[in-house]
T-cell receptor, first 111, second 111 residues
Framework: DVKVTQSSRYLVKRTGEKVFLECVQD?????MFWYRQDPGLGLRLIYF???????EKGDIPEGYSVSREKKERFSLILESASTNQTSMYLC??????????FGNGTRLTVT | GENVEQHPSTLSVQEGDSAVIKCTYS??????FPWYKQELGKGPQLIID?????GEKKDQRIAVTLNKTAKHFSLHITETQPEDSAVYFC??????????FGAGTTVTVRA
């Protein structure tokens, strides 16, 4: 069974802090994704990566960056957290031939 | 990019009745349409998917239909049970892995 693990279920950070959200998958998937989930807006793609050290912007990349140094790990970075980045963050992995598998999410609150 | 609209946003059904959720997409090049179910505190999980060369697909009490001409697809759940209560998301993609999601439908099954 595919497992996508997000390091934290809940995070509370202050405005201006640098925040790291970590995600690890155990199925050797090439592709990894970071989505943000907000009520009434569904899941919106922030960034994705199709290979180590490769990244592409999604629909809402502003205020975020990512890092993929190893195939199994994909990190989302908020350089300077703001209150409008309070949200649920979902990591996913997959291949071009398989469905996406999601982690259980990290609920981030920025105060 | 792809735009996916999903209706209704909430749906309440009596146990044993059917539930139908409808989605439309904007890009006629989209060729992969998955449906995800998200239970409280968990990440979305794939429940069924369909590709553009197929008009209908069934899996036990769940079915999905696709109308490429009209650019819409639907999820049908028959004989609903309390465990069907969840948030459901439709999605579409041109390439098999970069999904655009609808805003979600909260389904409540009344006992």
């Amino acid at each position: 069974d595919v497992k996508v693990t997000q390091s934290s279920r809940y995070l509370v950070k202050r405005t201006g802090e640098k925040v790291f959200l970590e995600c690890v998958q155990d199925m050797d998937h090439e592709n990894m994704f970071w989505y943000r989930q907000d009520p009434g807006l569904g899941l919106r793609l922030i960034y994705f990566s199709y290979d180590v050290k490769m990244k592409e912007k999604g629909d809402i990349p502003e205020g975020y960056s990512v890092s993929r140094e190893k195939k199994e790990r994909f990190s989302l970075i908020l350089e300077s957290a703001s209150t409008n980045q309070t949200s649920m963050y979902l990591c996913a992995s997959g291949t071009s031939d398989s469905p996406l598998h999601f982690g259980n999410g990290t609920r981030l609150t920025v105060t | 990019g792809e735009n996916v609209e999903q209706h209704p946003s909430t749906l309440s059904v009596q146990e044993g009745d059917s539930a139908v959720i409808k989605c439309t997409y904007s890009d006629s090049a989209s060729n992969y349409f998955p449906w995800y179910k998200q239970e409280l505190g968990k990440g979305p999980q794939l429940i069924i998917d369909i590709r553009s060369n197929v008009g209908e697909k069934k899996d036990q009490r769940i079915a999905v239909t696709l109308n490429k001409t009209a650019k819409h697809f639907s999820l049908h759940i028959t004989e609903t049970q309390p465990e069907d209560s969840a948030v459901y998301f439709c999605a579409a993609s041109i390439r098999g892995y970069k999904l655009s999601f609808g805003a979600g439908t909260t389904v409540t099954v009344r006992a």
